[in-house]
């Protein structure tokens, strides 16, 4: 996947968000003489005083907020070994995202170097303009740039997508009102972000949101739907994981109390097919999801709790 004609004319710089152009020697130049490289055929679009990350680390294929190249045993564990999650609602929500959107709409994928659970059947359509942006080299990846600096005009996306990623930015209320920027007028937001879960992606893990949290952060959003996507379940089955994980002093005495914990737990999850709408869930759910349409109209903090559904 590379970047259309049509969205490399709408690329700007992610500090001024002035006009990029191409130069002869293939890198992204603005009119006041500040270059961009271009990796992999990935433009490298970092504001870096406003960032974790740095354009070098791009250059030199640095490894940067998770290993994409796993080695054989963790590829073995993950392939035969039993999950303690499971996301309910994902792969329905999807589709019918996708089925709402009409045909050539642009899409940008927030955190897409992989294809997002559920995500199938977005990149098996040809009719959608989709940019999979992420500050890492990934199969999906088209564009580097860090969330919270989103180098393109205003109102370019009619759709933008953020699954499981606003955990692992440091300002997601920056990166919230920079997904509403980039929006057209009418677009659509979809994200799931976690609730109960623990510490993954080691040091790029920041924030959590209850359902009324998670709403609060799209208060510049009207909510086409929301809930639970991943259940109290799967919440349980990741505490139990890390309680034994906690026990651990070494990498191979994590490593077989993690194999033991999934042997052990993956069971808790089914739970969740039984447990995903009930009110409880609103309190106890892994993550939500928030389906929403930009809107000139603000939530108000009393409309906010008044939206409270979980168990009273």
Not at 163 to 180: G, M, T
Request: net charge neutral; with cysteine; charged share 20%.
């Amino acid at each position: 996947m590379k970047l259309s004609s049509s969205m490399m004319g709408k690329l700007r710089c992610p500090s001024a968000l002035d006009s990029l152009a191409l130069s002869d020697a293939g890198v992204l130049v603005t009119e006041s003489g500040q270059s961009y490289p271009v990796v992999r055929g990935c433009p490298v679009l970092i504001n870096e005083p406003n960032s974790l990350f740095k354009i070098d680390d791009f250059k030199n294929n640095v490894d940067t907020t998770f290993d994409l190249t796993p080695g054989i045993l963790k590829r073995i564990f993950i392939r035969f070994f039993p999950k303690l999650g499971v996301n309910i609602k994902s792969e329905k929500n999807y589709n019918r995202l996708i089925d709402s959107l009409p045909a050539g709409a642009s899409i940008l994928v927030v955190g897409g170097s992989i294809e997002g659970q559920g995500a199938e059947k977005l990149y098996e359509s040809n009719s959608y303009d989709v940019v999979s942006s992420d500050v890492s080299f990934g199969p999906k990846t088209t564009l580097i740039c860090d969330a919270h600096d989103i180098p393109f005009e205003d109102k370019v996306f009619d759709c933008v997508i953020i699954q499981a990623v606003l955990e692992h930015v440091l300002d997601p209320v920056r990166c919230v009102a920079e997904i509403h920027r980039v929006l057209a007028d009418n677009g659509v937001v979809y994200a799931e972000t976690p609730f109960m879960q623990q510490v993954h992606a080691k040091q790029y893990d920041f924030t959590r949101f209850t359902h009324l949290g998670h709403r609060r952060l799209f208060r510049h959003f009207s909510e086409v739907e929301s809930g639970p996507v991943c259940g109290p379940g799967m919440a349980l089955a990741w505490s139990y994981s890390y309680f034994l994980r906690s026990m651990s002093s070494t990498r191979w005495l994590n490593r077989m109390l993690t194999v033991f914990a999934h042997c052990t737990g993956f069971f808790l999850k089914y739970f969740d097919y039984w447990l995903i709408n009930k009110p409880g869930s609103y309190d106890a759910a892994s993550a939500f999801y928030f389906w929403g349409r930009k809107s000139d109209q603000v939530l108000s903090d009393h409309d906010l709790i008044a939206g409270y559904k979980g168990v009273k």
